[in-house]
């Protein structure tokens, strides 16, 4: 099981979008997935469609980790569904720990070594995925370093912008301290452009200094900026099932993205439990 957290320590990249993207992917693959929605906004949550029905929220199984019942507490989404109805496969899992408010108090920057094991004890030892999925807020507070912690690999999410590419060099050195000090075997899979707009002069010139300061940890395809995506994730829509031309090409750009990423996260052996 490869579990990778999205970050960006700049908000409104399209982290989350980035998530939902690879788990339709995943979904459309046939992949086993969990997305863990540790955003205390939760819009990962609600663009998947989700709802409690008497289960509890993830900040609730932070709460008491060593107790806590992953597989009693997350809820299907409901693209799996409507993939089943309109391809007939069956079968396949996309399921969802929600998130909510209640997590943001755990979103601050003084938690302890035993509270960044927190998540980590909650995904002890569950089974039934390939891969785990974990939206994080846009902060290098508590939730996003549960999440490090947790993870074998950290995507990042940046813009084709000055301050985009900024944000992703100051995360890619707060990564080499976090490994540094807590997590010796985490490391990045790779860095996400999106919302890139090809005829923007800008956006190409960023993109090269992103290519050149990155290197190979820059990922393709890029992910161009789509005028309907807000319009998907309002609808709890996964984009391999939205229909027109746009969505199938975004649909085609992730299914090339998940695979990289899934590549790059198996060149490292699977992180032991802690």
Not at 37 to 59: I, M, N, Q, W, Y
Not at 81 to 104: E, H, M, P
Not at 178 to 200: D, H, M, T, W
Request: hydrophobic share 40%.
């Amino acid at each position: 099981m490869q579990v990778v957290s999205i970050s960006s320590l700049k908000g409104g990249v399209g982290k989350t979008s980035v998530t939902t993207g690879l788990a339709s992917a995943a979904l459309a693959a046939g992949i086993p997935t969990l997305v863990v929605d540790l955003d205390p906004h939760a819009d990962a949550s609600t663009a998947l469609g989700v709802a409690a029905d008497g289960k509890l929220e993830v900040a609730r199984l932070l709460k008491a980790p060593r107790r806590a019942r992953l597989a009693d507490n997350v809820v299907s989404s409901t693209w799996v569904n409507r993939a089943a109805t309109l391809d007939g496969k069956k079968n396949r899992v996309l399921d969802v720990a929600f998130g909510g408010s209640l997590s943001s108090v755990y979103d601050r920057p003084d938690l302890g070594r035993r509270d960044l094991k927190r998540l980590s004890a909650v995904l002890d030892g569950i089974d039934g995925y390939d891969l785990v999925l974990i939206d994080c807020p846009p902060s290098l507070n508590g939730l996003t370093r549960m999440a490090w912690n947790a993870s074998n690999r950290v995507l990042l999410v940046a813009e084709p912008g000055l301050f985009s590419v900024a944000g992703t060099e100051r995360t890619m050195r707060a990564i080499q301290v976090f490994r540094q000090e807590f997590a010796p075997k985490l490391a990045p899979a790779g860095i996400i452009a999106n919302r890139v707009r090809p005829s923007s002069t800008e956006h190409t010139y960023r993109l090269e200094e992103m290519k050149q300061m990155f290197g190979p940890l820059m990922l393709t395809p890029t992910i161009p900026e789509l005028a309907n995506w807000q319009q998907i994730q309002g609808a709890a829509h996964s984009v391999h099932h939205w229909p027109g031309e746009a969505a199938r090409n975004t649909a085609a750009l992730y299914d090339e993205l998940l695979a990289e990423v899934i590549k790059q996260s198996r060149e490292f052996r699977p992180r032991t439990s802690r």
